[in-house]
C-alpha cells in the first residue's frame, strides 16, 4: 500500500531553514507527481510546492517563492521541501501528498510540524 513518512520538521528562529524529506513506498515513485501541503491552525490546508514525476518542473505558492525549493530523487523514492528564510507565516503542519497519474485517491503522510518562532 502506499505509504508516505515525512521527517525533519521542528522549531526554528525566524530567518532560518529547514529541510523535510518524505519517504515513499507502495507504488511506483518515479511516475507520480509530488506535492508538500500544509495546515496552520485555523486555516485550510494549502499546497505549497509541487514537482512532476520528473522532477523538470515544480510549482509554488506566491507565499514561498525565492524561499523553498521542492526537488526529488527518484532512485531513493524521497522528496524533499528546502525551507529558507523562515517566517512565522510559516509555522503549520507540512504534509507530503501524491495520487496515481490517472487521477484516483490523494495520499497523505501524517504530517510534520514546523514552528517558526523566537
Known amino acids: 500500500q502506499v505509504q508516505l513518512v515525512e521527517s525533519g520538521g521542528g522549531l526554528v528562529q525566524p530567518g532560518g531553514s529547514l529541510r523535510l524529506s518524505c519517504a515513499a513506498s507502495?507504488?511506483?515513485?518515479?511516475?507520480?507527481?509530488m506535492r508538500w501541503y500544509r495546515q496552520a491552525p485555523g486555516k485550510e490546508r494549502e499546497l505549497v510546492a509541487a514537482?512532476?514525476?520528473?522532477?523538470?518542473?515544480?510549482h509554488y505558492t506566491d507565499s514561498v517563492i525565492g524561499r523553498f525549493t521542492i526537488s526529488r530523487d527518484n532512485a531513493k523514492n524521497m522528496v524533499y521541501l528546502q525551507m529558507n528564510s523562515l517566517d512565522v507565516e510559516d509555522t503549520a503542519v507540512y504534509y507530503c501528498?501524491?495520487?496515481?497519474?490517472?487521477?484516483?485517491?490523494?495520499?497523505w503522510g501524517q504530517g510534520t510540524q514546523v514552528t517558526v518562532s523566537s
Open positions: 501528498n501524491t495520487n496515481p497519474p490517472n487521477g484516483g485517491p490523494m495520499y
Open positions: 507502495g507504488f511506483t515513485f518515479s511516475d507520480y507527481a
Open positions: 514537482a512532476t514525476s520528473t522532477g523538470e518542473r515544480t
